[in-house]
């Protein structure tokens, strides 16, 4: 297989049980990059029409999108609902700043707020940026009181989006 760039990529993911596991990402090559592509234009596509389409044999197709899914390269279907259309209107990033030894329990009681997006641990003085969503202003503040009251968590600090001008996207990456 060819490969694109340094080769292998090392991520931290926290699992379910709030320890840390080491999840190994192979880097996706050229082929697995126009498989993606072709599926950002049309992600209902057949796997044989999608092998057809790109000159490539079904189980070639198959056996990579299998192996992407396995590796946790590809997001789960639900990344692609918006949340306004699950009345959820309201979007806003959370920074909250923790008592470091409560670190997982504070990430574990993140994963049962269901207005939480995602949550990445950045460089800098914020220790969690939480990306969230809510269905009103008022239910905003709610969700940040659910945030501020998670356990290791000692201060958070809520900006509203007005409005989104980029959305998620990796397009343009598939084809660099």
């Keep these: 297989m060819q490969r694109t760039g340094a080769g ?19 880097e996706l090559d050229a082929t697995d990059r126009r498989i993606l592509a072709a599926l950002d234009d049309d992600p209902r596509v057949p796997v044989m029409v999608l092998a057809q389409k790109l000159g ?32 959820r209107g309201v979007a806003a990033a959370v920074s ?17 707020i269901p207005e939480v997006l995602e949550c990445h641990a950045p460089a800098g003085d914020t220790d969690l940026l939480i990306r969230v969503v809510a269905k009103s202003p008022d239910d905003l503040y709610r969700v940040s009181e659910e945030i501020r009251l998670c356990p290791g968590i000692v201060r958070t600090s809520t900006s509203m989006f007005l409005r989104e001008v980029i959305p998620y996207r990796t397009t343009g990456l598939l084809g660099a």
Excluded: F, K, W, Y
């Design 8 to 26: 292998v990529a090392n991520l931290i993911n926290c699992a379910r049980d709030s320890e840390q596991e080491v999840v190994i990402l192979q």
């Design 56 to 87: 490539l044999a079904r189980g070639t197709v198959q056996s990579r999108l299998e192996r992407m899914s396995a590796s946790g390269a590809l997001r789960p279907n639900s990344s692609r609902v918006l949340p306004s259309a699950l009345g």
């Design 96 to 112: 909250a700043e923790l008592d470091q030894s409560h670190l997982n329990e504070a990430i574990a009681a993140l994963r049962n």
